[in-house]
């Protein structure tokens, strides 16, 4: 258990960044969030997946739609309550923790937020231990939960609850409800116990982010570069480094979809990387050949100062390192593949793990 | 009070699809659910608007959506039941009575489906006198009631419940979600007590639309035409005499679309008449210009027996009489206008009644 103070919000939010960087445009929209709400309603109290009680209801609170729009449509105090109270409406119980669905932008602080205005502790942990696009792309689907009660928000205070027939049904209704609220909303899922958060939480990982953060904002007085630092802590690998030379990126079917190519420099030089993105960077191409895959997790680093980029603010010109780090092994399971793996999101790749395939690229 | 029997099923059934002739494709998939229903569930009580008590719980069902789709996905029990008992859950008081949210095709008789399962009676009356294509097309709406719920169910069992922040919202919400269950949802909003009832309801619309095919029924031993009948019951006027040339429809934003021609025939000749639909038929012109326009009701009838052709079941060749009617006064006020009238549905007109439009083209 620990009381969250305004610089582990700052790491969290650089963090964040780190582990899913598409969640939020400006990564920094959670932070103001967190902190005003924490300055109006009071200090939030972060406990461990052990600290957990097995009956208590633990919630997730996350913001859902194209990062585009979140940028432009900051949600108020009221929308980040009001599907976490008709969800409480709706079970009969109170919500005693609220937890991140995933880690990655303004995801990881929403639910700081909200603790904050109910005056319950956060769980660190989180349900995909990273960032990925789609609702049903959690621990809890893999470990064969059905999200019996989605509830969602918007900012002119429509709250809309689903009794989805499964987990696919619950990701295609509230996508559509997010669009037609104008492209995001706040949604509450997978309500559940400390039993069986026990078993289903990736743990720890708001410390994680929290732990990246503080690397990285600590980068000029370190010795080692915060960009080695962190492959370290995450057994990750450099893939590229280079230059962005073009981006595309549309808004379609509530997410932001698009491409960013970079040009190589210095070990790379004369070589082309490709990044295929869903709000989340999800396939990486050096010279058409793919040097990680979904679900294991791609990274675009600024080269100077290792501070996270996300898809939304990636720029033209920009001199970045992109990195990857593996999966939680949750993930690399059939069940998890066929999930967020290549082939749902239509590459026409089957999943190799990043360790194989950083192998391959070095013989 | 009275006992519906299979008679005045089919009579309704008939009848209703002159009041509302988008509503449903096949309005003969209306009268089977009912009939289906009474049979395995036993017969419904139809009770007048009168005879409802101040504090009765009413509550509208129906089907939303394209009627297009509707044919091709007629929706189990299971699925006319579940939005309703979602209302239930949600309010915490269960339905006294059900009632058709409009007279048009299916819609008049999913309640009839909904009250033989739940042992409960339907009110003789709707809200819409008529049926128009949108959700905040009731007069409970021009009232200025809100709907406070809004719950949709469909065959995969998904049900969602909508507390939307007004009449526009829960139309754009429902609408959206109706698109992405395939097209077509069972519906339940604007629960009211008795004493709102008695102030909206369009009372003994059921009973109306009963008379109506009740003459179309007996056409054969009639002495005088059922279309001349029907013309004086209703107040209605002729409009023109032809055949269906073209007939343009697609399913667009969860409605079908389109325009229908005719070429005139008797005194007709010569002539030529569109009609343009969402759903329902919303605007009549004779060589080009407008002869009945939105909320005044457009009908399609067979030359011969008089009997209504829906927007779905109209086909080329066919030979047809249009006729229309005056809407109830409450669609022909200020907000009733703004509510259904033609500039809401982008029709380049002003409203102008149906007898004014009649007179001068008589001049």
Known sequence: MKWLNEEDIQHIATGAAVLGTGGGGDPYIGKMLALSSIKQYGPVKMITVEELEEDHFVLPVSGMGSPSVLVEKIPSFDQLKAPLEAYEEAVGKKVDVVMPIEIGGV??????????????????????????????????HLDGLKPELVTLGDEKSNVVSIKPADGI??????????????????????????????????PDTLTLAQQIGA????????????????????????LFKGKAIQIERKIQGGFTRGRATFEGSDENKESTCQLFFQN????????????????????????ETGMPITTEGLKYGARVVVVAFPAHEKWRTAIGIETAGPKYFKYDYDYVPLETLVKEADQ
């Open 215 to 238: 690397l990285l904002t600590n980068e000029r007085t370190a010795k080692v570069h915060p960009i080695v630092q962190m492959l370290e802590k995450l057994n990750g690998h450099k």
């Open 107 to 140: 995801n990881s602080l929403i639910p700081v937020a909200v603790a904050a205005m109910k005056g319950i502790p956060i769980l660190d942990g989180d349900a995909m231990g990273r960032a990925f696009p789609e609702a049903q792309m959690v621990t809890f």
């Open 280 to 303: 989340e960077h999800l396939l990486a191409e050096v010279n058409g050949k793919p040097v990680a895959i979904t679900p294991d997790l791609i990274a675009v680093l600024d080269e």
């Open 169 to 202: 049904w619950s990701e295609k209704i509230s996508r559509q409800i997010t669009i037609v609220m104008g492209g995001s909303s706040i949604v509450c899922d997978y309500g559940i116990s400390g039993k069986q958060a026990k078993e289903s939480v990736i």
